[in-house]
């Protein structure tokens, strides 16, 4: 089976561009989480969603932040304008239903350079 | 606010020398601790899930135990192959909070 699958793999650009992650989860599997991890503040929770709705972004950092998941197939993290402190490896994670205790599954995440 | 601390942030062993992780949580309503391992580059990777204090899960040389305060990651006779970071996270009701990660190195 595949996996979660992230692109880019790794994104480079200069402040003040906006960048667009992408997720496609596992198939059937009901929720889908965004995370960053930096070496400071290790692996954080920043938006999930159940059934492609938002249940709680509230560790969306600001609202040059924002995501969606038009489908059970696909969603995208964006920043707007994007900020050097931006930079990070951000992660997208998927699990099914049955329960808060099934397993998270990640991709390999997208290494985010903004300059 | 729910806090996950791992200790030590980094272990070095030589092939064959067992040791242990450690994993303290303070979380309301704790509904399972999970262990994941990271390689570079890539995204951590499922190992355990455990729900109650006294619980414990193994697979190959590592066993994962749970109290009501701490989860402790046993690790027998490790390989070189066995080198990563290990993350913990607590459950408290769909969402995942992480520890800062164990990062073991094994020497052969």
């Known amino acids: 089976d595949a996996g979660v699958i992230q692109s880019p793999r790794h994104e480079v650009t200069e402040m003040g561009q906006e960048v667009t992650l992408r997720c496609k989860p596992i198939?059937?599997?009901?929720?889908l989480f965004w995370y960053r991890q930096t070496m400071m503040r290790g692996l954080e929770l920043l938006i999930y969603?159940?059934?492609?709705?938002?249940?709680?972004d509230s560790g969306m950092p600001e609202d040059r932040f924002s995501a969606k998941m038009p489908n059970a197939s696909f969603s995208t993290l964006k920043i707007q304008p994007s900020e050097p402190r931006d930079s990070a490896v951000y992660f997208c994670?998927?699990?099914?239903?049955?329960?808060?205790?099934?397993?998270?599954?990640f991709g390999d995440g997208t290494r985010l350079s903004i300059l | 606010e729910d806090q996950v601390t791992q200790s030590p942030e980094a272990l070095r062993l030589q092939e064959g020398e067992s040791s242990s992780l450690n994993c303290s949580y303070t979380?309301?309503?704790?509904?399972?601790l999970f262990w994941y391992r990271q390689d570079p580059g890539k995204g951590p990777e499922f190992l355990f899930t455990?729900?109650?204090a006294g619980e414990e899960k193994e697979k190959e040389r590592l066993k994962a135990t749970l109290t009501k305060k701490e989860s402790f990651l046993h690790i027998t006779a490790p390989k070189p192959e066995d080198s990563a970071t290990y993350l913990c996270?607590?459950?408290?009701?769909?969402?995942?909070?992480f520890g800062g990660g164990t990062r073991l190195m094994v020497k052969p």
């Open positions: 994670a998927s699990r099914r239903q049955g329960g808060d205790n099934q397993p998270q599954h």
């Open positions: 198939s059937g599997h009901d929720y």
């Open positions: 969603f159940n059934n492609n709705v938002p249940i709680d």
């Open positions: 979380v309301s309503g704790l509904r399972g």
């Open positions: 455990l729900y109650s």
């Open positions: 996270a607590a459950n408290a009701g769909n969402m995942l909070t």
